[in-house]
């Protein structure tokens, strides 16, 4: 099993549709969460970073954590066709893992006009 | 915001020449830097860990005597790829952070390495 879990895609929607990206983990000890953004030939682009349950929010943007259940979701409303991208969920723990990350599959998200 | 800038973007090489990629924190000291490999469709796979001033701690798997790390300052690391080979071609990503475990990691655009 994966230490992180995220479904590949290609997700598909209508542009001004609200976008469910998630990740599920495995390991307790991540305490810190991120979500990137990727377009293609390029390099991660940070969106949203969180450290606590709940919901952190961000423009369009929300992310949401859930410890208990070792569950993140990023949703994006009145979505865009420049949204198209891959988005990555990241996350990290202190002590062991200090600072590095480990990155969920990424899901390819298209945004259709 | 930090700005992590990499260089170059795109490089085409030689099989069996050795190559220098660039990776530096522009408005912060970077205590710490990570390398990652990126193939086509597929995520980010951590190569090594490099803390300024000492070597690199690399991931399992990976060829230490091929991908030279230097992180001789903290706002510089260096990804040398020794006698490249075709199958080295990828995508070469670098991130960087300040110290604390937590504080925010930011990426640098990549270098496309192409081996012919």
């Known amino acids: 099993q994966k230490e992180v879990e995220q479904d590949p895609g290609p997700l598909s929607v209508p542009e001004g549709a609200i976008v469910s990206l998630n990740c599920t983990y495995s390991?307790?000890?991540?305490?810190?969460f991120m979500w990137y953004r990727q377009y293609s030939r390029k390099g991660p682009e940070l969106l949203m970073y969180?450290?606590?349950?709940g919901n952190k929010e961000d423009g369009r943007f929300t992310a949401q954590v859930d410890k208990s259940s070792k569950y993140i979701s990023l949703f994006i409303r009145d979505s865009q066709p420049s949204d198209s991208a891959t988005y990555l969920c990241?996350?990290?723990?202190?002590?062991?893992?200090?600072?590095?990350?480990?990155f969920g599959a990424g899901t390819i998200l298209r945004v259709k006009s | 915001g930090a700005v992590v800038s990499q260089h170059p973007s795109w490089v085409i090489c030689k099989s069996g020449t050795s190559v220098k990629i660039e990776c530096r924190s522009l408005?912060?000291?970077?205590?710490?830097m990570f390398w990652y490999r990126q193939f086509p469709k597929q995520s980010l796979m951590l190569m090594a860990t490099?803390?300024?001033?000492?070597?690199?701690?690399?991931e399992q798997g990976v060829e230490k005597d091929k991908f030279l790390i230097n992180h001789a300052s903290l706002t510089l690391s260096t990804l040398t790829v020794t006698s490249a080979h075709p199958e080295d071609s990828s995508f070469y990503i670098c991130s960087a952070t300040s110290q604390g475990a937590g504080d925010t990691i930011y990426f640098g655009e990549g270098s496309w390495l192409t081996v012919v």
């Open positions: 408005d912060f000291q970077a205590t710490t």
């Open positions: 990241a996350m990290s723990a202190v002590g062991e893992y200090g600072n590095k990350l480990v």
């Open positions: 490099s803390n300024e001033g000492s070597k690199a701690t690399y």
């Open positions: 390991n307790s000890a991540f305490q810190y």
């Open positions: 969180t450290y606590s349950s």
